[in-house]
T-cell receptor, first 113, second 119 residues
């Protein structure tokens, strides 16, 4: 089945450690996105990528980094510079077309201990 | 400025009744898209319905319909015949082109409305 996978579902990290969240899609979508969701808030864009080897900062990119070496993969690294990393992280992808809806992965809940 | 505004943090509806979730948006673009997503407690985002800015008819998908009032910049979601499984967070979102030179899109989300269906 085509879709987006994110792993792990739950992630715990000690303060000061970097951690990488995985996002893989087999939908052959060109664009991929990372969002952060905090309780009571909507989704805020961290980074997005429209094509391989290219990505752009979103609204809250500080303390995060990404790479897009393959079309299928868009990993997000939460660095120690991110002051409040505990949140729910959602990865999405979309394809050019009349609707362009985003398809989302199941999310990763990151908790900093 | 907020691109998407959802003014109802929480809503209750009796099972089998209809409910309207409000959404207003802010853009000066002529071409844009409006979406509604459902987020159950499991966290996944489920696409419900889409309305293009040039679409003259209101979008419908089963029990979901989108009440699109372009002049008022509103895109309210109407759920008819509510079911217990409709209890979830609902997000309104807008797709805009990033720039004239760039064919990519950016998406903006509202803060969501928590819907509870009462038996």
């Amino acid at each position: 089945d085509g879709g987006i996978t994110q792993s792990p579902k739950y992630l715990f990290r000690k303060e000061g450690q970097n951690v990488t969240l995985s996002c893989e899609q087999n939908l052959n979508h060109d664009a991929m996105y990372w969002y952060r969701q905090d309780p009571g808030q909507g989704l805020r864009l961290i980074y997005y990528s429209q094509i391989v080897n290219d990505f752009q900062k979103g609204d809250i990119a500080e303390g995060y980094s990404v790479s897009r070496e393959k079309k299928e993969s868009f990993p997000l690294t939460v660095t120690s510079a991110q002051k409040n990393p505990t949140a729910f992280y959602l990865c999405a992808s979309s394809i050019a077309g009349p609707i362009n809806e985003q398809f989302f992965g199941p999310g990763t809940r990151l908790t900093v201990l | 400025a907020q691109k998407i505004t959802q003014t109802q943090p929480g809503m209750f509806v009796q099972e089998k009744e209809a409910v309207t979730l409000d959404c207003t948006y802010d853009t000066s673009d002529q071409s844009y898209g409006l979406f509604w997503y459902k987020q159950p407690s499991s966290g996944e985002m489920i696409f419900l319905i889409y309305q293009g800015s040039y679409d003259e008819q209101n979008a419908t998908e089963g029990r979901y319909s989108l009440n699109f009032q372009k002049a008022r910049k509103s895109a309210n979601l109407v759920i008819s015949a509510s079911q217990l499984g409709d209890s979830a967070m609902y997000f309104c979102a807008m797709r805009q082109r990033i720039s004239r030179a760039n064919t990519g899109n950016q998406f903006y989300f509202g803060t969501g409305t928590s819907l509870t269906v009462i038996p």
